[in-house]
């Protein structure tokens, strides 16, 4: 499937290239939350973290490792943020699998804030139960 990413990948669309190798490449995001925001992408277009093989997910967690570092490194951020956004209901815009990692400095005026929700009596250990593994 072609998405914006492989465009990105053959060089039909211009962008700003950190790193490749043979599973992945990291790019600049265009519309970034923090100036140095960058987009881990495989090479292969799996649409969801499902559909990737465990060695490709294992392999881009550790480049965002590395990219983490980078960032802490040269742009001296505070902390960093690594979201995969996994598949449209979570917010994924490209069915092509990519990681975020995102600076952030204290202050920085940024928040990623999720409404949480609280569990009645026994409801917990209900949930517990169906979603051991």
Known sequence: M???F???????????????????FVILD??????GHLLIISKECYPTVADC???T??????????????LRDILHCDATNLI???????????PHLHLH?????????KSIHLQKETY????????GKKLEF
């Open 2 to 4: 072609e998405t914006i």
């Open 6 to 24: 492989t465009k990105i990948m053959e060089g039909k669309i211009p962008s700003v290239r950190l790193h490749e190798d043979e599973l992945c």
């Open 30 to 35: 265009i519309n970034p939350v923090n100036k």
């Open 53 to 55: 093989p465990d060695a």
């Open 57 to 70: 997910l294992c392999h881009l967690m550790l480049v965002a490792k590395r990219a983490d570092a980078k």
């Open 84 to 94: 995969i956004n996994n598949g449209k209901a979570g917010g994924q815009e490209v």
């Open 101 to 109: 990692v995102i600076p952030r400095w204290e202050n920085d005026t």
């Open 120 to 127: 009645t009596d026994g409801e917990m250990a209900e949930y």
